[in-house]
């Protein structure tokens, strides 16, 4: 068994989720992957930087660029705990990500709730990885903050 699988990845992106739980910041975390090596890790920093663009999938993919001196992704996965949002849908169609994996579905948000096709003709999504443990860390995430 290859111990770097899509389900290595996504629990490195609930790890990153976890960190923004616990920062009171909306539990969403991403990693991005090159050539099965893990070279940029983020979370949502909303609150923190009080900026609206800092989503997970966001500071991921600035990140993985600079780490790789290039704009463009296409040889890179992206696993995010939770369906992109338009905005980061668009970030991954600009930077011509090679693979979107993402968690839980985001029916309000989620970029599959737009008519249009947002991603790269030529970016795989896979959706459902670790849906069930993505979620409920949204869910507990959201019950403490009604409390």
Wanted: net charge neutral; aromatic share 8%; with cysteine.
């Amino acid at each position: 068994m290859d111990l770097y699988n899509d389900e290595y990845f996504m629990n490195e992106a609930l790890k990153q989720a976890r960190l923004a739980f616990e920062e009171n910041e909306i539990p969403v975390g991403a990693v991005v992957v090159c050539r099965n090596k893990i070279i940029a890790r983020a979370y949502n920093q909303t609150e923190k930087l009080t900026d609206v663009t800092a989503h997970a999938e966001m500071l991921a993919i600035t990140a993985a660029s600079n780490a790789l001196g290039s704009k463009y992704l296409p040889e890179c996965k992206l696993y995010v705990t939770l369906e992109p949002c338009l905005m980061c849908a668009g970030a991954g169609f600009w930077s011509q990500l090679g693979e979107l994996h993402y968690g839980a579905s985001d029916p309000k948000r989620g970029f599959t709730q737009v008519s249009q096709p947002v991603l790269h003709p030529k970016t795989k999504v896979s959706k459902g990885l670790m849906a069930e443990e993505s979620k409920k860390l949204l869910d507990e995430f959201f019950k403490k903050l009604r409390n």
